[in-house]
């Protein structure tokens, strides 16, 4: 059986390679479109970024199988079990935009479904998250290596982190919620990547997260960081990919959350 720090190498590798093809982030070489829903974007970054983070883990790990925003689903001909969640490019309005906060996700789980490592790298800001189950969460930035323990217990001020759908009428169902969701917290964010919102749950800077609708990949990686950094975390129960995954109705009624263990009950069942 593969160990989880051996598989959270190959996340760090995998990452760091789609975080290098973001870091050559240019205007000129964006290639913008729309994937449907206004605001719902793809770019040449993307892209590419994904097939740098795929070159990697089937350099590394051939037998496994790999599910991805942009490429879809690959399986071995003898798959392993072991399976690959990626967002090559969480937070593509951002990037565009040249907002900084956008990372390449990279997760992986055994063959129940229970995740074993994920990687947020985020190269406009020079983080690197990351975990393997039971071994807790760190952060790398600027040389230096920190273990992540969550939010401050008790403390004044706490933020809220959300984020909100594309779809107008899920939107305005979200916003009717929004003063409920937001009551007992001193201010709110919302900063365009949920990858990265749960990170900073994980990191203490934001005290809870929730957000609805979010894919599989949006939150793979993340929400394991936030776990090992002693979160309370609640992840949708979703369809695997490799099963055609989740209908849009299943996905838009998902919460996705992360917090101190304090506000564990603030979040809609």
């Known amino acids: 059986m593969t160990g989880a720090t051996e598989l959270l190498e190959v996340a760090k590798a995998a990452a760091a390679a789609g975080a ?35 070159e990697v883990i089937t350099a590394k790990r051939p037998g496994d199988s790999i599910t991805g925003e942009e490429h879809g689903t690959t399986r071995p001909q003898v798959p392993t079990g072991y399976r690959w969640s990626i967002d ?37 800001l020079g983080r690197v998250y990351y975990a393997a189950r039971g071994q807790g969460a760190w952060l790398e930035e600027g040389g ?32 009717a ?33 929730g957000e609805r609708g979010l894919n599989e990949h949006d939150f793979s990686a993340g929400a394991l960081i936030a776990e090992e950094a002693g979160c309370w975390v609640r992840r949708p129960r979703l369809a695997s990919p490799l099963d055609g995954g989740p209908t849009d109705g299943e996905r838009l009624d998902a919460w996705t959350c992360a917090a101190g263990l304090e506000l564990s009950g603030r979040f809609p069942l």
């Open 88 to 124: 090559p490019l969480d937070g593509t309005t951002n990037f565009i935009r040249n907002i900084v906060y956008y990372a390449t996700s990279v997760a992986v789980a055994d063959a129940g479904g229970a995740w074993l490592a994920g990687v947020v790298n985020a190269p406009a």
């Open 177 to 209: 919620f929004f003063a409920e969701l937001l009551d007992g917290f001193a201010d709110v964010r919302r900063l365009g990547s949920a990858a990265l919102d749960l990170c900073l749950v994980a990191d203490g800077t934001h005290d809870a997260f």
């Open 144 to 175: 230096r290596v920190t273990r992540l323990e969550g939010p401050v217990p008790g403390r004044k001020g706490q933020i809220l982190a959300t984020g909100f759908n594309y779809d107008p009428a899920v939107r305005a169902e979200q916003a």
């Open 20 to 54: 290098q093809v973001l870091a050559g982030r240019s205007t000129d070489a964006l290639q913008e479109s729309s994937k449907g829903d206004a605001g719902d974007w793809v770019t040449a970054f993307d892209v590419a970024a994904e097939h740098a983070v795929r």
